[in-house]
């Protein structure tokens, strides 16, 4: 659910709101935003798990190439020399601990097991890359508009090292799927010691290349999703919101600046009859409604700061896009307390 919430609030600032293919872009901006989410989010913890099993393997001795003559390395505690019936000690070294991590008491190898993991993490990965290259295409199409806009703007020189970056990510997790993969499994399986180590660390390194090339994607994620679209497509340009009433013999007058999303200055003025700021409340209260997504009410309280003045200033509301209501409850006395409501469209 939080993955959905926020992807859904990407695509609620996103250039899907603003494409000329709304209806194509926004599916396409959820599934691309999801799935590249926990495909990028589990190879993270692949990493985490792969170094913390390699190392607990060398730590149990899974990871010992067995010595000369097919006697186990970790067998022997000392090793000693006998020469003319004197017995001299040349090596001393503890025996590997027997005790299994993570509560297995079985004889299977911890790495094994991890082998299991990473075929489990490898269909998972392929399923979302697969939904992430449908959904990446379906929005290069509606973003950057056509193929010389690929070239020609930086927008889409930008999408094209993020393609080839995708490309590079891609070719390391299919070489570990298709080939590293089953070769530490065949060699698990045979009981294949010699090589296993240097797989391991092999596949160990491949992983975390993979998470690197991942986090440089994400920057040029980054870049993309500041920039203007090749297709022209740019937010529309925010309109200040201000209304002037009547309030009890003279005037409310009410503003927000610039009237968008997350960063506003919202103002309330009371002036008398005679157009002059006059003290006509103790206190104002703003509230805040979005019946379209039965988001509300926000309450806050606006701060006082000269006669008959009351702002909020860097104010993150309202939050989001979309047509607003908005009341002022307002305290002029212990007894009166009236409310001004209005209506208040945010691009």
Known sequence: YGMLLSAGAFVAFGHALVSPERWLSTPADVVHVVF???????????????????????????MRAPAPGGVPASLPTSVRLTTGGTSTAVLERPAPPTDRPW??????????????????????AGFSIALVLVAGTLL??????SI?????TGYGQTLLVKIALVGLLIVVAGYNRL???????????????????A??????????????????????????????PSNGATPPTPVPFARTVPFDGGHLSFGITPNQALVNNISVQFTGANGSPAEMAESV???LNLPSQNVGPIE???????????????????????????TLQIQVSEFSQPDVSFVDKVQ
Do not use: C
């Not at 590293?180 to 065949?186: C, E, G, K, Q």
């Not at 660390?201 to 998470?211: G, I, K, M, S, Y």
């Open 36 to 62: 590249a989410a926990v495909w990028l989010g589990g190879l993270v913890g692949l990493v985490h798990v792969l170094h913390s099993r390699v190392r607990a393997a060398r730590r149990l001795g899974e």
């Open 103 to 124: 509560g297995r008491d079985d004889e299977s190898s911890v790495l094994s097991g991890t082998i299991d993991l990473v075929n489990r993490f490898s269909t998972m």
């Open 140 to 145: 290069a199409i509606a973003e950057v508009g």
């Open 148 to 152: 010389a806009n690929l070239f020609e």
């Open 179 to 197: 080939l590293l993969v089953p070769w530490l499994s065949a060699a698990e399986a045979r009981g294949q010691s010699e090589g296993l180590a």
């Open 199 to 228: 797989g391991w660390r092999r596949l160990l390194a491949t992983v975390r290349l993979e998470a690197v090339i991942a986090v440089v994607i994400l920057a040029a994620s980054a870049v993309l999703a500041n920039g203007v």
């Open 285 to 287: 209260s703003l509230y």
């Open 300 to 326: 806050t309280d606006m701060k006082k700061v000269g006669v008959g003045r009351f702002v909020l200033a860097d104010s993150p509301n309202p939050p989001i896009v979309g047509t607003w209501e908005i």
